[in-house]
């Protein structure tokens, strides 16, 4: 039995994304008790603490309520196509060393079980552009690039048309979604669009996009009532 109890069927999906979190609440002993609250309707398959200690929450196999509303490559109701990760921070403060080592031990172990490559591997702001922040800039996505667990831009691309290069990476359609892509590639640049950010873009628009079977089931939005309109783990 998994110490959360929020979580349903895959809907005839199976894990080809992973969604790294963080869980904007003071400590780790906070964010465990609303991932397994069931009046929460919240929940990860993994919590990583500060101190490396990574706890199964619900099991791969099964649908965790993490990701809510949004969409990646064009495929919504990613709970049901991807693993959530929680990673314990504020939101405020770099994640420390022992809680990255721990991350990368973890997503070599995900990658593998369920074949999920490098372009699988992405932050919530990515699918939820101006909705939510995590990781948030402070999180090392250039680190795990390096091992292979995420991408990053080899080198400055062509000066394409940024719209179309963002829609190639998978960023869904919004005017939030430079600030989603600068978030995680950028970190802290403002202002309108620049040729840095076109170059970075088609750099990564320029690598093989994620493929996966387009099935029919688990196309629609989820419903509340299965944990699907994802509650924040933060109480405002």
Known sequence: MSPSPNHGDRRGQRPELVVIHYTGMADGASARARLCDPEAEVSAHWLVHE??????????????????????????????????????NPG???????????????????????????????????????????????FDWRRLAMQGLAVWPDGPGADL??????????????????????????????????ETDRRLAAALADRPLLRCPNTPQGEAAASAADGGREVPLRQS
Do not use: C
């Open 51 to 88: 101190d490396g200690t990574t706890e199964a929450l619900v099991p791969e196999d099964r649908r965790a309520w993490h990701a809510g509303t949004g969409s990646w490559q064009g495929r919504e109701d990613v709970n049901s196509r991807s693993i959530g990760i929680e990673l314990v």
């Open 92 to 138: 405020d403060r770099p994640f420390p060393e022992p809680q990255m080592a721990a991350l990368e031990v973890l997503l070599r172990g995900i990658k593998a079980r369920w074949s999920i490559g490098p372009e699988g591997v992405i932050g919530h702001s990515d699918m939820a552009p101006g909705r939510k922040i995590d990781p948030g800039p402070r």
């Open 161 to 194: 048309p940024l719209a179309d290069s963002l829609t190639r990476i998978g960023y869904p359609e919004g005017p939030a979604r430079l600030a989603a892509f600068r978030l995680r590639f950028r970190p802290w640049a403002a202002g309108a669009e620049d």
